[in-house]
């Protein structure tokens, strides 16, 4: 991060300085929310949560080398070098705000259902064909506290930022919106997750669509043209559209895919009035979509096509999300565990149909989550998806057994409920010979990850 002046954070936040501010420093070299990776210098944030207060931890700041702290209220440990504002988190968000207007550079902002985080992945290689540094969202730093530690990674080195944002409820991506100010943004696609927590896909393609909202005029917003939800979305945008999917209405068209192994393909796409055939470090139909939006927001940008083909060359994949691990015995995963829903785990599915292989397929289903009362309803459309694809079915989780009987009510008989995670281990290790492939996913709350981790060996 470049430093701040003190004066920019009183601007940006409306902060009010102490009477006495002799101890206050010029400037600030970055900001901290967390005293325990705190550097000499910096500006302690303190954050409040249900679970927890920051002001707790503001002495331990000041002892850990923090040149001034914001706070919402008095704080005994040195008024003097201590901004009062209203909340912390919002003082927080107007100085990032600040700091990402101070840079006239490229922000590419991406939401959706599912695949949001494979293509941030995407476009963030994309962009490195052109920028020699590219700022993008680590792990699952994509809510309200993920997006500012993310615009300050920008500094005088940074060609452009791409910057994931998730939501729970309606209301949260504005703000990371404003934040962020994109000058593209991408939503991958509407789908069925949180539909506990918003109740229909209608107030889903609404919270999602916040990030059109605060688009300016001369931004550009990057849809999905297959969804169903595309002319919902499109009364958001006040500036101009471009598209991708499979459908011929799309600006970037997807035209054909050629799997080369369980680790990439090539897609030949229609961008626009050209056509091109790009190589992608991913297996999948769905992934090839992914490459179809990262095109359309490269072309919205105004770059040129040239570069990609190099795109594989700057590709790093996050973690867990159609990650291909090789286990002893010549055997190997499909690890997509990060999350799932029931559109994103029928297109695994489809993915471990497509991979050019030699040996069996199987999976390792579990619940998916915040799905309301049709949860029921799309378990079982998901199990009888699986029984068409499938040699081998194990199931976890109440819902899990759902996913079960659905695929044995369509034919499968070959399909093991597993109660813990350590009994679905030992029936893969028991069951699985060289060349075969096993599909890994769940919600995140399911921890299937662990699974994978026990077949490689990560945990004794």
């Keep these: 991060m470049e430093p701040l002046t003190i004066t920019e954070i009183l601007q940006a936040t409306c902060g009010r300085a102490p009477e006495d501010a002799a101890d206050l420093p010029q400037t600030v070299c970055g900001i901290s929310t967390d005293t325990r990776r705190i550097s000499p210098g910096e500006m302690y944030i303190p954050l409040v949560g249900k679970n927890f207060d920051g002001h707790e931890f503001v002495s331990e700041a000041f002892a850990r080398g923090a040149a001034a702290t914001l706070a919402d209220r008095s704080v005994e440990a040195d008024p003097r070098r201590t901004i009062l504002v209203d909340d912390t988190l919002t003082a927080w968000h107007r100085i990032a705000a600040h700091y990402r ?10 939401t959706g259902s599912y695949g949001k985080t494979t293509t941030k992945d995407i476009v963030a290689a994309a962009l490195r064909c052109h920028f020699l540094h590219v700022v993008k969202t680590a792990a699952n730093l994509n809510n309200e506290y993920g997006v500012p530690q993310t615009i300050q990674k920008i500094d005088h080195r940074t060609g452009a930022a791409v910057i994931e944002m998730a939501m729970r409820g309606p209301e949260q991506i504005r703000p990371l919106a404003r934040v962020s100010a994109p000058g593209v943004a991408i939503i991958t696609t509407i789908g069925e997750a949180h539909l506990e927590l918003l109740g229909t896909q209608e107030a889903i393609c609404d919270a999602k669509a916040e990030l059109l909202d605060e688009l ?7 849809l999905p ?3 169903a939800w595309f002319e919902r979305l499109s009364r958001h945008v006040r500036g101009r559209v471009l598209t991708f999917g499979y459908s011929h ?6 035209l054909a895919t050629q799997p080369h192994d369980a680790h990439a393909q090539t897609v030949e796409l229609q961008a626009c ?3 091109l055939t790009l190589p992608l470090p991913l297996p999948g139909p769905h992934n090839a979509v992914n490459l179809a939006a990262a095109v359309a927001a490269i072309l919205a940008l105004g ?12 590709f790093e994949p996050s973690g867990r999300r159609h990650e291909i691990v090789d286990i002893a015995g010549g055997w190997h995963v499909l690890n997509d565990a990060y999350n799932a829903g029931p559109a994103s785990t029928i297109a695994a599915l489809d993915t471990l149909a497509s991979l050019p292989m030699s040996g069996r397929r199987a999976a390792v289903l579990a619940d998916m989550l915040e799905l309301g009362p049709r949860a029921p309803e799309f378990h079982l459309a998901v199990g009888r998806h699986a029984a068409t694809i499938l040699d081998f079915l194990i199931t976890c989780g109440d819902l899990g057994g759902v996913i079960g009987r659905g695929a044995r009510q369509a ?3 070959n399909c093991e409920h597993a109660v813990t995670r350590e009994q679905a281990a030992h029936l893969l290790r028991s069951w699985a010979r060289p060349g075969d492939v096993v599909l890994v996913k769940a919600s995140r709350g399911m921890q ?3 699974l994978v981790d026990s077949l490689t060996g990560d945990i004794a």
Excluded: Q
Excluded at 101 to 110: D, G, S
């Design 101 to 110: 207007r101070k840079f006239a550079i490229p922000v590419v902002a991406i």
């Design 411 to 413: 034919g499968l008989a």
């Design 273 to 275: 009035s050209a056509r």
């Design 249 to 254: 209405e799309a600006d970037v068209r997807v």
């Design 448 to 450: 299937l990850d662990l």
């Design 216 to 222: 300016e005029t001369d931004s550009v917003a990057v």
């Design 225 to 227: 043209r297959d969804s």
């Design 303 to 314: 770059l040129t096509t040239d570069p990609l083909p190099d795109l594989p060359n700057h």
